[in-house]
């Protein structure tokens, strides 16, 4: 198992000292090269959720194993290790670096990690058809080539997990498709982990299950 969340709790404190318990007693398991989709209302605690999974934010009580690590055994160095060496993240908003041109926001974190392969690279930038535009900075692409930017740096070190929020929720529906069409091709090329974040039930289809998140409890849809 890559993945597996136990008896997660969470709750978040509020501004008014009041603690909203977002997530209850929440278990789920993802295998390599499985995809699975995120479901839920706004609020319902999706991104509490990525958070809790990417190590950036602590569970109140359960555990987090990820390549049967529990999290809770780890210091923050060997929690950020395995972030840039195993888990990829996708945003709806991009965060592509303004000051870098689109060959070097892809190498980024492959960079980061020592996981620079040439052949990888021309094979990703050519089927994300990036390869006419590797000189030019973000500001210059659509949102559709950003985001397929973001999607070949998240794959270039060959991940175990990719954990995205919101993948296409900047896109209309027919760049959404071709985003997803060939993202889905990339990650079945490399047996990579999916858990995404969506409010399309179009996009949760491309995903092997489906959750809803509600009330704190995450139930199969
Ligand atoms: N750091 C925080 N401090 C206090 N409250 C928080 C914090 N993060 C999230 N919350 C609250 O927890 C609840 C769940 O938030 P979360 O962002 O996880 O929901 P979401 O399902 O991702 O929502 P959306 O679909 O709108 O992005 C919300 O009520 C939010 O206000």
Not at 2 to 23: A, M, Y
Not at 47 to 58: E, F, P, R, V, W
Not at 117 to 125: K, M, P
Not at 130 to 158: C, D, E, F, M
Request: hydrophobic share 35%; charged share 20%; with cysteine.
């Amino acid at each position: 198992m890559l993945l597996q969340l136990e008896d997660i709790v969470k709750s978040h404190r509020q501004p008014n000292g009041e603690t909203l318990r977002v997530l209850s007693n929440v278990n789920m398991s993802l295998e390599r090269g499985e995809s699975q989709a995120l479901l839920g209302e706004s609020g319902s605690g999706k991104s509490t959720l990525l958070h809790l999974i990417a190590g950036l934010d602590h569970a109140d009580t359960g555990h987090i194993f990820f390549n049967q690590k529990r999290y809770s055994d780890l210091s923050d160095q060997q929690k950020n290790l395995i972030r840039r060496q195993e888990l990829s993240l996708i945003f709806q908003q991009y965060h592509l670096i303004a000051s870098l041109d689109v060959a070097d926001n892809i190498r980024i974190q492959a960079n980061l990690c020592n996981k620079i392969d040439e052949d990888y690279f021309t094979h990703l930038t050519k089927r994300l058809n990036l390869t006419k535009h590797l000189n030019h900075y973000p500001h210059q692409l659509s949102g559709g080539q950003q985001q397929r930017v973001a999607i070949a740096r998240a794959l270039l070190h060959r991940p175990k997990l990719i954990l995205a929020d919101e993948p296409t929720g900047n896109l209309d529906e027919t760049t959404s498709k071709l985003v997803m069409d060939t993202f889905f091709e990339l990650i079945q090329e490399n047996n990579t982990a999916l858990l995404m974040v969506t409010h399309s039930p179009a996009m949760a289809g491309y995903c092997d299950t489906q959750w809803q998140l509600h009330n704190g409890h995450l139930v199969r849809s």
